[in-house]
Nanobody
Framework: QVRLVESGGDSVQAGGSLKLSCRTS????????MKWYRQAPGKERELVAS???????NYTDSVKGRFTISRDNSRNTVFLQMNNLEPEDTARYYC?????????WGQGTQVTVSS
């Protein structure tokens, strides 16, 4: 059974930093691309960052230069380092993986940035 568990969300002031973690189980982590999404109240869920099995990364424009996605295959975990946070980053953050053509999601972790 595939399971994703996010952690690391918190309430911070603008300009602060957080590091989110997503621990996975039930799959061969190292062969899967991993993604971070976020969803703010009243908005659609959006893709924030992705990392391929080979380590290639992509980011949505609004977080480029501020967020860094990384992975530790020995710990079956993907991370999202978020620096210089802005109030617009306030959202619930979810990690995602496609396993056997099906999307799997964690429960999310809340990030709140105050001005």
């Amino acid at each position: 059974q595939v399971r994703l568990v996010e952690s690391g969300g918190d309430s911070v002031q603008a300009g602060g930093s957080l590091k989110l973690s997503c621990r996975t189980s039930g799959l061969t982590f190292k062969i899967h691309d991993m993604k971070w999404y976020r969803q703010a109240p009243g908005k659609e869920r959006e893709l924030v960052a992705s990392i391929s099995s080979s380590g290639g990364t992509n980011y949505t424009d609004s977080v480029k230069g501020r967020f860094t996605i990384s992975r530790d295959n020995s710990r079956n975990t993907v991370f999202l380092q978020m620096n210089n946070l802005e109030p617009e980053d306030t959202a619930r953050y979810y990690c995602n993986v496609r396993f056997r053509s099906q999307p799997f999601w964690g429960q999310g972790t809340q990030v709140t940035v105050s001005s």
